[in-house]
T-cell receptor, first 112, second 113 residues
Framework: QKEVEQNSGPLSVPEGAIASLNCTYS??????FFWYRQYSGKSPELIMF????GDKEDGRFTAQLNKASQYVSLLIRDSQPSDSATYLC????????????FGDGTTLTVKP | NAGVTQTPKFQVLKTGQSMTLQCAQD?????MYWYRQDPGMGLRLIYY???????DKGEVPNGYNVSRLNKREFSLRLESAAPSQTSVYFC????????????FGSGTQLSVL
């Protein structure tokens, strides 16, 4: 079992819909959770991080964390074609994002 | 403000050749990292440097060496390249206002034939 697993995708949603991206992790001691967006041929870009159970909202993005069930999700409301990218989930033991373990990513396509 | 600069952007090597990937950041960050990303996969940590003068192994260090030359620069060396090292390499840094944010370089596409 991989330490961090994401839906392999690809995930396709129509413009304006809600995109839901999921990530599960195996280590119950994990404390920090990050979502990165990576456009094709580009470097990853941090869009959200969350440390506590519950929801964290930032604009159209909401991260949801459930430590008991060991999953973290990313919701993108009012999806736009510019949201089309690969989304990487990363899980770590502290706030040091650099030492996190990354999932393989889910590719999202938003169709106009 | 350049952020994190990596060179070269592309490189083709023959098996057994050596090369050094260069990385420099101008954000006065303490921590720097080298990752590799294989097609369809996430990033895997090769080596990191928590501060100037220190380096530590990450998840996949075999076949690589690193040097933290000063606070700005962190280089990755392949002593004897192998086809299994064909990948995209990213350098990153952190340690400004918040350790949560990693700043990535634009990447190096390396092919080993």
């Amino acid at each position: 079992q991989k330490e961090v697993e994401q839906n392999s995708g690809p995930l396709s949603v129509p413009e304006g819909a809600i995109a839901s991206l999921n990530c599960t992790y195996s280590d119950r001691g994990s404390q920090s959770f990050f979502w990165y967006r990576q456009y094709s041929g580009k470097s990853p870009e941090l869009i959200m991080f969350i440390y506590s159970n519950g929801d964290k909202e930032d604009g159209r993005f909401t991260a949801q964390l459930n430590k008991a069930s060991q999953y973290v999700s990313l919701l993108i409301r009012d999806s736009q074609p510019s949201d089309s990218a690969t989304y990487l989930c990363a899980v770590g033991f502290n706030t040091n994002a650099g030492k996190s373990t990354f999932g393989d990513g889910t590719t999202l396509t938003v169709k106009p | 403000n350049a952020g994190v600069t990596q060179t070269p952007k592309f490189q083709v090597l023959k098996t057994g050749q050596s090369m050094t990937l260069q990385c420099a950041q101008d954000m006065n960050h303490n921590s720097m990292y080298w990752y590799r990303q294989d097609p369809g996969m996430g990033l895997r940590l090769i080596y990191y440097s928590a501060s100037e003068g220190t380096t530590d192994k990450g998840e996949v260090p075999n076949g690589y060496n690193v040097s933290r030359l000063n606070k700005r620069e962190f280089s990755l060396r392949l002593e004897s390249a192998a086809p299994s090292q064909t990948s995209v390499y990213f350098c990153a840094s952190s340690g400004g206002q918040g350790y949560e944010k990693l700043f990535f370089g634009s990447g190096t596409q390396l092919s080993v034939l």
